[in-house]
């Protein structure tokens, strides 16, 4: 069994996963469009380019996402993407990666609990938490 989180973007997951794919060193496994799919007939044209699904693998971790249509977004709120690495020096990289253009709501630095810790909103309004124990 794996548990993966699964995004929801306000049309930006193809520029939100391609972001990811280059801070984090992963690969976009999967990239799929409305416009692509079998209900493309049903979809409106301005929607033909948003994302039905995207998949990201980074190691064994998967991270999942869609654009949401306009009356079914909500921001995320009550989560965090918790990302874990055993090197500091690349908790700082990601840290500072992630956060371009984003919001820090704690800075990265040494805790009680970890080496590195660190909490921010990306520019694509996810909350991350960077931890290196």
Not at 41 to 63: F, S
Not at 76 to 102: H, Q, Y
């Amino acid at each position: 069994m794996q548990l993966n989180p699964y995004l929801n973007f306000n049309g930006q997951c193809e520029t939100a996963f391609k972001f990811y794919e280059k801070c984090l060193g992963g690969k976009i496994t999967a990239m799929l469009t409305f416009g692509s799919s079998p209900m493309a007939e049903q979809t409106p044209p301005e929607w033909h380019d948003k994302i039905m699904h995207a998949r990201l693998t980074v190691g064994e971790a998967v991270l999942m996402a869609s654009d949401a249509s306009p009356e079914h977004y909500e921001k995320t709120k009550g989560m965090s993407v918790a990302l874990n690495t055993d090197k500091p020096e690349e908790a700082e990289r990601i840290f500072a990666a992630l956060s371009e253009n984003g919001a820090v709501q704690m800075p990265i630095q040494p805790t009680f609990w970890a080496a590195r810790f660190g909490m921010l909103i990306d520019q694509f309004g996810i909350p991350w938490m960077i931890n290196c124990e």
